[in-house]
């Protein structure tokens, strides 16, 4: 394991303001160490993908980012992981809204049993007050900033579950942009998608960084290299290697970063 | 097996083939100087028509080097290592064919002096020595590409800077030559046409080299100062 190393890369730009760091973050599901000390500086207005085979753990980093493991018993925290600065494991700090500034999108499109218009609307109406016309202008908003609203526009009141699976994960997306996150946790967004859906989820993304701060976890490889700025890799838990993504997929600087990304194991 | 196995057998196999291909492409290319400078020396047809054969399945295998390393970049995305392997092996199959090129163009001037027939001058000993030189710089540089060592290198650059060196030499000396009498003109010239490709040979092994470096460290070699 010496192999692995703690400090992030000097290659990630330099100047970037991060919004998320971790600092000798751990996490346990009971006796079993999920992740073990990672740091790691997400800057802001960058995506960031988190790559590594089954298990190894970046899921359960992502999560934490907006304290979803917080909801599976025995999970146990260490370390710290600051968004903004502020350390969003600090006694006093309320998940609900955490949760309001950094969204996250599942692997499996989810949307509520309920009409388009209301998924979308869903987290404004928990947040905020509103009147009917504010919401109906949030909602749109959130649909364009999706690209969706063109798909939908004539069937808002239709029920959600009736859209394709790249739809609805477009849907979640714009439900999660509703209340204007600053940040966009993203857990594989297209493993469940066709090429189509997944290019159009891609391409959303590029537009999403101008405004907020992505964060993808991905088996896919090459979607890594298409999509982020950075990458991190994890294996057992530790933060391997982290750097642009670039010099990753071209001159990794760690055995088991080019024995993974190579297929050699994984 | 898992999806991640399978295509990296896949991939293997053909980045396996493409080195067969490559290491044979070396052997042809370093034979083909090897055999042209043998063919000037002793005046020998026979080995300079070998040599254009040489050449042709030399540019018949390139083309089936770039075509291997499309499919690979098409079908497999290679990262990493195994995509400075085939980008390094598509420029370096370039560095080879030109190699094979210099050879045929030495064959083809051992056939004109061979055809213009009279007493045949030997080989200037320098430029003996500076095809000897050239053909062990061309030999250490596919060498550390078959063997993916890149710490011979640095002799290849060693070895250039003598070849440099004599090149000049060569060229001061055949012209006091030609200029004296001792050599006619027209065979001085040819000589200071194979002065000049071996020169250009040597410096394809130094770009073999170069490239080497970059596939095995993913570092570029720093070019000399002098050389901004």
Redesign the interface.
């Known amino acids: 394991m010496d192999q692995i190393l703690e400090a992030p890369s000097p290659s990630i730009e330099a100047g970037s303001r991060t919004t998320i760091e971790s600092r000798s973050l751990s996490i346990w599901y009971g006796k079993k160490q999920a992740i073990e000390e990672v740091s790691l500086s997400i800057p802001r207005l960058r995506i960031t993908a988190v790559i590594g085979p089954s298990g190894c753990g970046k899921s359960t980093y992502l999560r934490a980012i907006n304290r979803m493991n917080d909801t599976i018993r025995g999970c146990r925290i260490a370390g710290q992981l600051l968004v903004d600065g502020e350390d969003i494991y600090a006694p006093g700090v309320d998940p609900v809204l955490l949760r309001r500034k950094v969204g996250l999108i599942f692997q499996k499109p989810n949307p509520f049993p309920k009409s388009i218009y209301d998924n979308v609307a869903f987290g404004v109406r928990l947040h905020y007050r509103a009147t009917r016309a504010e919401l109906d202008a949030v909602v749109e908003g959130a649909l364009r900033h999706a690209n969706l609203w063109v798909e939908v526009k004539d069937r808002l009141k239709e029920s959600a579950l009736g859209l394709s699976g790249g739809q609805q994960q477009r849907l979640c997306i714009a439900r999660a942009l509703a209340i204007d996150p600053e940040v966009l946790l993203m857990d594989e967004p297209c493993s469940a998608l066709d090429p189509i859906a997944t290019a159009k989820i891609e391409d959303l993304m590029f537009e999403l960084k101008r405004s907020m701060t992505i964060v993808i976890v991905t088996h896919n490889?090459?979607q890594a290299?298409r999509v982020a700025d950075n990458t991190a890799f994890l294996y057992l838990g530790k933060l391997v290697e982290y750097g642009a993504t670039r010099q990753l997929?071209?001159?990794?600087r760690n055995e088991l970063?080019?024995n993974y990304?190579?297929?050699?194991f994984? | 097996m898992s999806e991640r196995a399978a295509q990296r057998k896949a991939l293997s196999k053909g980045l396996d083939r493409l080195n067969e291909r490559m290491v044979t492409l070396a052997e042809l290319s370093e034979l083909a100087i090897r055999k042209a400078m043998d063919s000037l020396a002793r005046r020998d047809p026979v080995l300079a028509q070998e040599v254009m054969l040489l050449d042709r399945e030399i540019y018949a295998l390139q083309v089936e080097v770039e075509g291997a390393c499309a499919d690979l970049i098409a079908l497999h995305a290679p990262v990493a290592r195994d995509l400075r392997t085939v980008t390094t092996s598509l420029k370096i199959t370039t560095d080879l064919d030109r190699i094979g090129r210099y050879g045929r163009d030495i064959a083809e001037i051992t056939l004109q002096m061979v055809g213009r027939g009279g007493e045949p001058v030997s080989l200037p000993p320098r430029l003996r020595e500076m095809a000897d030189l050239t053909i062990e710089m061309v030999d250490t540089a596919t060498d550390a590409f078959v063997k993916r060592y890149a710490d011979t290198v640095r002799d290849i650059m060693i070895v250039d800077d003598k070849v440099d060196a004599l090149h000049q030499e060569n060229f001061r000396d055949l012209v006091g030559r030609m200029a004296s009498g001792a050599v006619d003109v027209e065979t001085g010239a040819r000589y200071l046409y194979v002065n000049r490709y071996l020169e250009r040979v040597a410096d394809h092994a130094v770009n073999i080299g170069e490239r080497v470096v970059y596939m095995v460290t993913g570092e570029r070699p720093k070019p000399p100062a002098d050389q901004g």
Request: glycine share 14%; no cysteine.
């Open positions: 490889m090459q290299a997929f071209e001159r990794p970063t080019e990304i190579t297929g050699r994984g």
